[in-house]
């Protein structure tokens, strides 16, 4: 498997500069206590079952006989030691070796749901930096940010997965994926969405997920030292109301992509729609002079992403339109939380990873993407139906400092040998049933 970027860690806790593509390997190695399934439903993994209090503040969970990798079982003293690390905020008791409670600040009727995000999954740390887990693979050769060797694990407690390995070369270019393509040396390739448009007159087996990662523009608080003001609120508005998703979506992502006015896309919540689209240039030329704003505006993009470069120039001249001058630029640095806190840019341009197919989750993990104050973000852990869910993102967008663009389709390429390939609506690859015609 080729991917387009360097991961350089396979630990969940640690910020990574291309979170979808590492949680692709991680999620062969490393389990959570529970799943979403292709429908959107939490499902036992290593948790077998769980029952929350009256209040719905206290969940208690069993777990399932399993055990690491290494030999040794997943009980729940291990388990609360995976969590605390990865939420200290949550008091967790260990009720016997195979049950445990955790115990939330407020109500919190979709724990079940949130515990399915990779950042909880369930990973024992001996001390020496490995990492150990209960996948249905294990590392068998660990080369960062150029290739890791994923063998089978004979001794997973769901069964053995099919495949016996799984090579995965990272950073490979344009030039390169078509030339292994031609070759038919490899058997599956992450794609870029205009790599996709490279090979459309061509007969090579591409995938497309549904449109699920989000492309938003976030503006910052400060630059770095808090040498720069934030933004004025209605020049954000303008910029938001100058933008032409549409067209955006349409010609730039050749259709791959939908216009986006929510975090989370229509397919998920069904609510979507009522995030109305206010491509209004003339309004936005009103709020600009009302602002009597007159600066330029620096707008920075992931560097090495062709897409996010093309996305990034079409909105400056919305907004040239508009009478607001955006000046884009690349940057190795804006796709980390830390790298934007000392960013000097006024925005920045992110591609966020739809991380599970339960929007109540979704939600949670692109708050804390986004790097959102907790007193916004913390009414999503209480929220408990659609509605609930539907005013947390409008408080998130209110006043404009997070811009959705667009939702991203996720694209591989497939060697016509690779068979029983599954890719989930948000992009994550289901591999334990994958397999490879032999050379005839």
């Given at each position: 498997m080729l991917l387009q970027h360097k991961i350089t860690s396979l630990d969940p806790l640690v910020e990574t500069d291309y979170p979808a593509e590492r949680d692709k390997l991680t999620q062969l190695l490393f389990e959570t206590l529970t799943q979403i399934d292709s429908q959107g439903l939490v499902r036992p993994l290593l948790a077998s079952s769980w029952q929350?209090?009256?209040?719905?503040?206290?969940?208690?969970f069993q777990l399932r006989l399993a055990s690491f990798e290494d030999g040794s079982v997943i009980n729940s003293a291990a388990v609360a030691v995976a969590l605390r690390s990865a939420?200290?905020?949550?008091?967790?008791?260990?009720?016997?070796?195979?049950?445990?409670s955790i115990e939330t600040p407020v109500a919190s009727p979709h724990l079940p749901e949130m515990l399915?995000?990779?950042?909880?999954?369930?990973?024992?740390?001996?001390g020496d930096n490995s990492l150990i887990g209960s996948g249905p693979y294990k590392v068998g050769q660990w080369q960062p940010g150029e290739r890791a060797l994923l063998v089978a694990n004979d001794d997973y407690w769901g069964g053995r997965p099919y495949?016996?390995?799984?090579?995965?070369?990272m950073g490979a270019?344009?030039?390169?994926?078509?030339?292994e393509h031609n070759l038919g040396r490899d058997h599956a390739a992450e794609l870029n969405l205009d790599q996709v448009h490279a090979l459309d007159q061509t007969s090579q087996n591409v995938i497309l997920s549904r449109p699920a990662e989000l492309m938003v523009i976030v503006f910052l608080q400060s630059g770095k030292a808090g040498a720069k003001k934030p933004l004025d609120p209605r020049v954000r508005e303008a910029?938001?109301?100058a933008m032409n998703r549409s067209a955006i979506s349409n010609v730039l992502l050749q259709?791959?992509?939908?216009?986006?006015?929510?975090?989370?896309?229509?397919?998920?919540?069904?609510?979507?729609?009522?995030?109305?689209?206010?491509?209004?240039?003339?309004q936005a030329r009103k709020l600009r002079a009302e602002a009597g704003f007159f600066a330029t505006v620096s707008l920075a993009y992931d560097f090495s992403d062709p897409v996010s470069k093309m996305v990034a120039e079409r909105i400056a001249v919305d907004a040239h339109e508009a009478g607001i001058t955006v000046q884009p630029f690349g940057d190795p640095h804006i796709n980390t939380r830390a790298g934007r806190r000392t960013a000097t840019a006024d925005a920045v341009l992110l591609r966020l990873p739809l991380r599970a197919l339960n929007p109540f989750a979704a939600l949670e993990s692109i708050a804390e993407d986004l790097d959102l104050p907790q007193e916004t973000t913390s009414p999503i852990l209480n929220a408990g139906r659609p509605d609930e869910l539907l005013a947390v993102e409008r408080k998130m967008l209110e006043d404009n400092r997070v811009v959705?663009?667009?939702h991203l389709s996720q694209a591989v390429w497939l060697n016509s040998a690779v068979h029983n390939w599954q890719q989930l609506a948000n992009g994550d690859w289901s591999l334990a049933q994958v397999w490879v015609e032999g050379s005839k």
């Open positions: 929350p209090d009256a209040n719905q503040r206290v969940w208690q939420n200290p905020d949550w008091k967790i008791v260990v009720i016997n070796r195979q049950a445990f399915s995000l990779p950042k909880f999954a369930i990973v024992k740390r001996p495949p016996d390995a799984i090579e995965v070369q270019s344009l030039r390169e994926h078509l030339l910029i938001a109301d259709k791959r992509g939908v216009p986006a006015t929510a975090l989370l896309p229509q397919w998920l919540t069904g609510y979507e729609f009522m995030f109305p689209d206010n491509n209004n240039p003339e959705p663009v667009a």
